[in-house]
C-alpha cells in the first residue's frame, strides 16, 4: 500500500555481507529476522501497515566475495520506537547463508531539516523584499537625479528598443534585457544602455555595435540571463561582460551598486576615450588624408573609398563595402565607421588596396601587404 505518514525520523544503517546477495534479500533479512523481536505492535510489517513506517531504501555494492550498501527507513513514530527499531536492524547477523553485520550511522530528524529549509527560505524572501523596496528618502533623491541627470530615455531603430539617450553618441554601449534596466541605469549615471528586450538582434544593433569601440554586457544573475548572454554573444562581439549577484536583476539594483559593477570599465572607458594623439610621426600624411573625411563618416555606419589623389570613389553602408570591392578598382584608401574584420583584410588585399582604416580591429590571423591604422593611432577625433 502506498505510504501516507508524515515522516519524522530517517534511520540510516549500513552493512556488510560476506558474500554476494540482492537488494530483495537485504530487504528480506531486515523484516525477517527482527519479527518478534520486539513484541507484535513493533513488526515492521504492522507498522508499515498503519503508515508508521515508509518504504525502505537499499542500495548495494558488490565486489567478487562480499556486498556492502546502506539502507533508509524512514519512519513517524517517537524517537523511543525508532531507536529500538534500529537497534533490532543492528542484531541482524545474517543474510541468506551469509555472515553479515548491520550499523546504525544516524537518525535524522526530518523536521529540523524542513525547520532549516523554512528559515532559509525566510531569508531569501526578506533578501528580495529588502532590495525591491527603497526607503522613501532614496525614492526621493531618485526622482530629483532623475530631474538633473542629463541622460533621458530614448529609443532605438524599428523595434523603438529602450535606451539612454547617450546611446547614439557615446563611443561603448552597454547592452541589458529590459526597459526597466534602461531606466535603472539612467539613475546610476549611465545614459549609453540599450535594451535588447528579448528581440531578434538585427543589423541595425549589429551595426551599431560595431560602431562603438567597446561592447559591454550587463544581465541579470539568473539562469535566463546566461541564457541570453550565450545568445547574445553568437551574434555580437562582446568585448566585457558583466552579471548582477545570483538571482538579482539589475532593475532590483540600487545606483550605488550599478556604480560598483560598473567602476572599473568605466574607467577604463574614459582613459581609452582620452583626446587621441597621433603615436607615430611617419603617419602622417594618411592622418591627413583621414581627417579631411572623418566629419562626414563618423556616426554615419558607411565607408568611404578614395583613389591615389585622394578623390572620393564610393560611400557605401559598412555591411554593403565587401561586395563593392574589386581588383582594378583603384581604390588606395579605405576608411570605414567600423571594425576591421579579417573578411574585410582578405577583400581589400585582393582589391589591392593600400590602407584600411577604421575604429578598431578583430582579431586578425593574416594582414599581409595591407597598412591598417585606427582613428586613435592617426589622432583622429
Not at 548582477?244 to 572599473?264: F, N, S
Not at 583621414?290 to 558607411?302: C, G, T
Amino acid at each position: 500500500m502506498p505510504y501516507t505518514g508524515i515522516v519524522k525520523y530517517h534511520v540510516k544503517l549500513s552493512f556488510d555481507v560476506d558474500g554476494l546477495v540482492e537488494k530483495a534479500d537485504i530487504i528480506g533479512a531486515i523484516f525477517g529476522q527482527t519479527e518478534g523481536l520486539l513484541g507484535p505492535e513493533m513488526n515492521l510489517n504492522e507498522l508499515q501497515k498503519v503508515s508508521k513506517v515508509g518504504r525502505i531504501e537499499v542500495n548495494t555494492t558488490a565486489s567478487s566475495t562480499q556486498t556492502k550498501g546502506d539502507a533508509l527507513i524512514p519512519m513517524s513514530t517517537d524517537i523511543n520506537t525508532a531507536a529500538l527499531i534500529a537497534a533490532a536492524i543492528e542484531s541482524i547477523d545474517k543474510v541468506g547463508p551469509f555472515q553479515a553485520k548491520f550499523k546504525l550511522d544516524a537518525i535524522d530528524d526530518v523536521r529540523t531539516a524542513k525547520k532549516k529549509e523554512i528559515v532559509d527560505r525566510a531569508k531569501d524572501i526578506v533578501q528580495k523584499w529588502s532590495t525591491k523596496t527603497i526607503s522613501e528618502g532614496e525614492e526621493m533623491l531618485k526622482d530629483v537625479s532623475d530631474i538633473g541627470s542629463a541622460g533621458k530615455l530614448a529609443a532605438f531603430g524599428r523595434e523603438k528598443l529602450a535606451c539612454g539617450s547617450g546611446v547614439f553618441d557615446s563611443p561603448w554601449i552597454i547592452l541589458v534585457e529590459g526597459r526597466a534596466d534602461v531606466i535603472n541605469l539612467l539613475r546610476a549615471g549611465f545614459d549609453n544602455a540599450l535594451a535588447i528586450e528579448g528581440a531578434r538582434i538585427d543589423e541595425s544593433i549589429k551595426s551599431l555595435c560595431d560602431s562603438k569601440s567597446k561592447v559591454v554586457a550587463f544581465l541579470d544573475g539568473d539562469r535566463a540571463g546566461g541564457f541570453i548572454l550565450k545568445e547574445l554573444k553568437s551574434l555580437v562581439n562582446v568585448d566585457v561582460v558583466h552579471r548582477a549577484p545570483d538571482g538579482v536583476e539589475v532593475e532590483e539594483l540600487t545606483p550605488i551598486q550599478i556604480a560598483d559593477i560598473l567602476k572599473d570599465t568605466a574607467e577604463d572607458m574614459k582613459k581609452e576615450t582620452a583626446k587621441p594623439v597621433l603615436k607615430d610621426v611617419k603617419d602622417e600624411p594618411i592622418a591627413n588624408v583621414v581627417k579631411k573625411v572623418y566629419p562626414q563618416l563618423n556616426e554615419s555606419l558607411e565607408a568611404i573609398a578614395l583613389d591615389d589623389g585622394t578623390n572620393q570613389l564610393f560611400k557605401v553602408p559598412v555591411s554593403e563595402v565587401v561586395g563593392k570591392l574589386a581588383p582594378g578598382s583603384g581604390i588606395k584608401f579605405l576608411i570605414l565607421d567600423g571594425i576591421i574584420t579579417q573578411r574585410l583584410v582578405d577583400s581589400a588585399k585582393q582589391a589591392g588596396i593600400g590602407y584600411l582604416i577604421g575604429h578598431r580591429m578583430a582579431n586578425l590571423k593574416s594582414t599581409d601587404g595591407l597598412v591598417l591604422k585606427t582613428f586613435t593611432e592617426l589622432g583622429v577625433a
